[in-house]
Each structure stands twice: as C-alpha cells, then as structure tokens.
C-alpha cells in the first residue's frame, strides 16, 4: 500500500515568490492535515480536513497561506508570497478519523527554502 | 492550543543502556501516539495508547498512558545504534485535534 504522497521534496524560491506543494493520502482516509515543522522543533499544525471541509484552519496564517481538498482526497497548500521565515518542512498526514483509533501517518515533508 | 511539556530535551547514551523519556500536560487527552523521525523522513509511529493505564510494548519500546491522562512514558531498553533519532509525543483530543511536543534527540554512542 502506498503511503502518504508529498511533492516536492525540496524547493528553493526567492522570498515574495508564490510556491505550492501537493499531498495525495492514504487511500480512504478521510481526514488530511498539513503541519508545519521548524528545525528542532515538534510538528505545528496548520490545518486539518475532514473529507473536503476545513474544520481546524485556526492556526493557518490566512494572509499569505490557502490550502485546498476539492475533491476530498488530494490537497495542496499555498504560499504566496513567500517569507525568509516560512523556510520550513511542510508535512502532510493522514488518517481514517476514527476518535477512537485515530493513527496519522505522514509524509516525508516538503523543505522549503526561503531566500 | 493545549501545550505538551516533552523532556528531555536531548539525550547522549551509551549503546545498550535503557532510555526513558515523557511528555506531560496540564489538559486530558484520548490518546497518546509516540512518534520517531529521521533525518529527511516525516514522523513514523512507534506505539498508540488508547485507554488510561494502559501498558504497551513494541520490541524493545514501552510506552504507558498515565492514569490522570495528562502524561505519557516511552522507554527504550538496551539501546542500539539505530535508536538514533527524535522522539515525539503527540496527544489527541475527542475531536481529531492532534498536537505534538517539541521532542526529543536521542543520540547512541557505540
């Protein structure tokens, strides 16, 4: 079974320039988050889906950031445009949303680089 | 949001002695999920507690959810070289809210 998608792995951008990454799930899961991860720190989260609502976007910084699921399954998070500080890893998980068995699994992360 | 306390920090072992780390946290959770990440990899998970008390081994690790439901435990008996990594608690509320701590670099010396 393939596992959570991310691409890309690695993106080198000049600040004020807009980037996308892309995230395919763990086929059937319903529930699809995007973090955020600084160096030496835990994963942040930005937003969380359940199927193609946005149910937690609180931490999502609006101005700059969008993030879409049109079709419940795939998902892709915008930057435009781009800060020195958004240089980051961007991880994309998934998981059945079952509360009482609720696993994510990750992807490998998108690092962006902000220059 | 809820704030997990992961401690500690950092740790400098001696290859095959035992490691124990925790995460605690002033609110209650359903669920606590230890996680372990590599370099260039996300965050894989290790063990996922469901109930208060409960005792789960996997191999080599030991992880508890504490009966107040505020904290969790992972040990790591005789330590190997691939131990090496970073640890992450990650706690989740009824409604699918799952947060991390900030975790902790294991490092294994030979």
């Known amino acids: 079974e393939a596992g959570v998608v991310q691409s890309p792995r690695y993106k080198i951008i000049e600040k004020k320039q807009p980037v996308a990454f892309w995230c395919n799930p763990i086929?059937?899961?319903?529930?699809l988050y995007w973090y955020l991860q600084n160096l030496g720190q835990g994963p942040e989260l930005l937003i969380r889906y359940e199927n193609e609502e946005a149910v937690d976007d609180s931490q999502l910084p609006k101005d700059r950031f969008s993030a879409e699921r049109l079709k419940g399954v795939d998902s892709t998070l915008k930057i435009q445009p781009a800060e020195l500080g958004d240089s980051a890893v961007y991880l994309c998980?998934?998981?059945?949303?079952?509360?009482?068995?609720?696993?994510?699994?990750f992807g490998a992360g998108s690092r962006l680089t902000v220059l | 949001g809820q704030q997990l306390n992961q401690s500690p920090q950092s740790m400098f072992i001696q290859e095959g002695e035992d490691v124990s780390m925790n995460c605690t946290s002033s609110?209650?959770?359903?669920?606590w999920l230890w996680y372990k990440q590599e370099p260039g990899e996300g965050p894989v998970l290790l063990i996922a507690l469901y109930k208060a008390g409960e005792l789960t081994s996997n191999g080599r690790l030991t992880a508890q959810f504490g009966i107040t439901r505020k904290d969790s435990f992972l040990n790591i008996s005789a330590s190997i070289p691939s131990d090496v990594g970073i640890y992450f608690c990650?706690?989740?509320?009824?409604?699918?809210?799952?947060?991390f701590g900030a975790g902790t670099r294991l490092t294994v010396k030979p």
């Open positions: 609110s209650i959770f359903n669920t």
């Open positions: 086929s059937g899961h319903n529930t």
């Open positions: 998980a998934s998981s059945l949303g079952d509360p009482g068995a609720n696993v994510l699994t």
């Open positions: 990650a706690s989740l509320r009824w409604n699918n809210d799952m947060r």
